[in-house]
Antibody
Framework: EVQLVESGGGLVQPGGSLRLSCAAS????????MNWVRQAPGKGLEWVSY????????YYADSVKGRFTISRDNAKNSLYLQMNSLRAEDTAVYYC??????????WGQGTLVTVSS | EIVLTQSPATLSLSPGERATLSCRAS??????LAWYQQKPGQAPRLLIY???NRATGIPARFSGSGSGTDFTLTISSLEPEDFAVYYC??????????FGGGTKVEIK
């Protein structure tokens, strides 16, 4: 069974940093591209970042470019999102999502990030 | 950047009725469009990919159609568990992987 489990969310002050993790199981993690998608409270979905299966290709949404860094450790079946210079507008539930043929076929349950003083 | 516009924002229907949801792209995305369902407190779930293909385990009452700029998600007969928010997403012009604003299907 495919499972994606996010962790690392929490309350952080504006300007602070947080590192999210996504633990994958039930599939060959190293064969799949992965994404982070977020959802602000009561709002729609916003794609945040993409990483190829090897980690050699990375994309970011303009809203997080220069502040967030996506990475992966295929030996540990894990995906990461390092978030720096956090702003109030980064408050959201962050989901990791498996990318299969350009579709997000499995999602984690999400981890809540709250940026507030 | 491609913008996806979903309509209506809210659809009020009764169980057993047919639901028709629209997603319009600001420029052609060919058939690279997916639909997702999200229930309160849950992660989104892939329903339809490549405009008209049902994802694994998705009931036949869900169907997708369209190409280019105009797409439709149809639920032939609403079941109680189908009341949720539905999002479209394009992967033609990538990145970014734009999502539409969503359509909420609520019980009338």
């Amino acid at each position: 069974e495919v499972q994606l489990v996010e962790s690392g969310g929490g309350l952080v002050q504006p300007g602070g940093s947080l590192r999210l993790s996504c633990a994958a199981s039930g599939f060959t993690f190293s064969s799949y591209e992965m994404n982070w998608v977020r959802q602000a409270p009561g709002k729609g979905l916003e794609w945040v970042s993409y990483i190829s299966s090897s980690g050699s290709t990375i994309y970011y949404a303009d809203s997080v470019k220069g502040r967030f860094t996506i990475s992966r450790d295929n030996a540990k079946n894990s995906l990461y999102l390092q978030m720096n210079s956090l702003r109030a507008e980064d408050t959201a539930v962050y989901y990791c999502a498996r990318d299969s043929n350009d579709n997000f076929d499995y999602w984690g349950q999400g981890t809540l990030v709250t940026v507030s003083s | 950047e491609i913008v996806l516009t979903q309509s209506p924002a809210t659809l009020s229907l009764s169980p057993g009725e047919r639901a028709t949801l629209s997603c319009r792209a600001s420029q052609s995305v060919s058939s690279y469009l997916a639909w997702y369902q999200q229930k309160p407190g849950q992660a989104p779930r892939l329903l339809i990919y490549d405009a008209s293909n049902r994802a694994t385990g998705i009931p036949a009452r869900f169907s997708g159609s369209g190409s280019g700029t105009d797409f439709t998600l149809t639920i032939s007969s609403l079941e109680p568990e189908d009341f949720a928010v539905y999002y479209c997403q394009q992967r033609s012009n990538w990145p970014p992987g734009a999502f539409g604003g969503g359509t909420k299907v609520e019980i009338k």
